[in-house]
């Protein structure tokens, strides 16, 4: 498997902030299996979506047009759903994800960045983009869509790359 962690400039937030969620804010999840992180600077953000081996909205040419900060009250609505994926996603609760807010075609959406995160290790989700080329479907991504509360888009990485 061929891991691509890419560090972030440290840049201010260009996109309107909500006041209940703090730059690089971790927020906690409803199932305490997998844990999650909401990207808000925008230059990880951008590269959060700069898939190595699954299709993304970025991957489509002007389909992501700015970048916004969750609220607590979008993430913990988008968990409280997570169980919607479970036909396609082999128990996406136990997964660490990353939310990055982006516009599209007018609307708000939210996209998630579901990986496996060592125990104790040194990343920071909140402040690094997990970027992992093939790996299989333990690496996966999908579309949520705050106001009709629904998912879509999920992709996997392609598979572990072999020897």
């Not at 997964?95 to 960045?113: A, C, D, H, K, P």
């Not at 920071?124 to 299989?136: F, H, L, T």
Request: with cysteine.
């Amino acid at each position: 498997m061929h891991v691509l962690l890419l560090a972030s400039a440290s840049l201010a937030l260009a996109a309107c902030t909500p006041s209940n969620v703090k730059p690089g804010a971790s927020v906690p999840t409803a199932i305490k299996a997998g844990q999650s992180w909401v990207v808000t600077r925008p230059v990880v953000a951008a590269q959060v979506l700069d898939t190595c081996s699954r299709d993304s909205p970025a991957r489509h040419a002007g389909s992501v047009t700015g970048y916004w900060a969750p609220a607590r009250s979008d993430i913990e609505a988008l968990e409280s759903q997570l169980s919607q994926l479970a036909s396609q996603v082999a128990e996406p609760n136990l997964s660490s994800r990353q939310y990055v807010g982006f516009e599209s075609g007018g609307r708000r959406l939210i996209y998630i960045n579901a990986f496996p995160l060592p125990d104790h290790s040194d990343i920071n989700p909140a402040r690094e983009a997990i970027r992992v080329c093939d790996g299989g479907k333990q690496f996966w991504g999908a579309v949520y869509d705050p106001q009709a509360r629904t998912f879509s888009d999920v992709q996997f990485n392609g598979p572990p790359a072999t020897p």
